[in-house]
């Protein structure tokens, strides 16, 4: 069945990195923009980052922009997100989620999400 | 950047009830606009994409409408399985904005 597998969350201090993969299965990956989306404890969804089916090019929230990448390994099916000079507002559940639209550059509704990963910023 | 707003922010419903919330965008999106929802300690889950299309194994009791700036997320007959929270999100601009979600509790 299509799914997607979050992993590498954890608790880091202020200022670290970290790598979060999305590994994904049921699907063909290589034909589908990805995205990463965040949860704060509490609160509401938001969007973090894009990245087009070919790899080509990538968008990402003001929020994270210069500190998050985002990247994919299509022959290990597999998402990332490397996130650098961490802070605590960015202590949240991060998802990888599948668009639901193939080959499509701009990206769009995502319909698969992974059961996400918990990422904590604190000292 | 487009913002999203919803309301309300909350509300109160029985099973049985006919429920509506609206999203509405900063500046036009066209039709790129798209419903999920999500249940506690769960990911979201799509519900309506493209304003009014409704996602495949969804019931057809949701339905959405709504282009340019306003749009509706209607439940026809809210069902125990519905309380949750309800987030509409942007896919006009490649900031995939989310709105702040509606959460529907138990009257």
């Keep these: 069945q299509v799914q997607l597998v979050e992993s590498g969350g954890g608790v880091i201090p202020p200022g670290g990195s970290l790598r979060l993969s999305c590994t994904a299965s049921g699907f063909p990956f290589i034909k589908y923009g990805m995205h990463w989306v965040r949860q704060a404890p509490g609160k509401g969804l938001e969007w973090v980052a894009f990245i087009r089916y070919d790899g080509s090019k990538e968008y990402y929230a003001n929020s994270v922009k210069g500190r998050f990448t985002i990247s994919r390994d299509k022959s290990k099916n597999t998402l990332y997100l490397h996130l650098s000079s961490l802070r605590p507002e960015d202590t949240a559940v991060y998802y990888c989620a599948k668009d639901k639209f193939d080959s499509l550059m701009r990206g769009d509704a995502s319909d698969v999400w992974g059961q996400g990963t918990m990422v904590t910023v604190s000292s | ?107």
């Design chain 2, 1 to 107: 950047d487009i913002q999203m707003t919803q309301s309300p922010s909350s509300l109160s419903a029985s099973v049985g009830d006919r429920v509506t919330i609206t999203c509405r965008a900063s500046q036009s999106i066209n039709i790129y606009l798209n419903w999920y929802q999500q249940k506690p300690g769960k990911a979201p889950k799509l519900l309506i994409y493209s304003a009014t299309n409704l996602q495949s194994g969804v019931p057809s009791r949701f339905s959405g409408s709504g282009s340019g700036t306003e749009f509706t997320l209607t439940i026809s007959s809210l069902q125990p399985e519905d309380f949750a929270t309800y987030y509409c999100q942007q896919s006009s601009s490649t900031l995939f904005t989310f709105g702040p979600g509606t959460t529907v509790d138990v009257k």
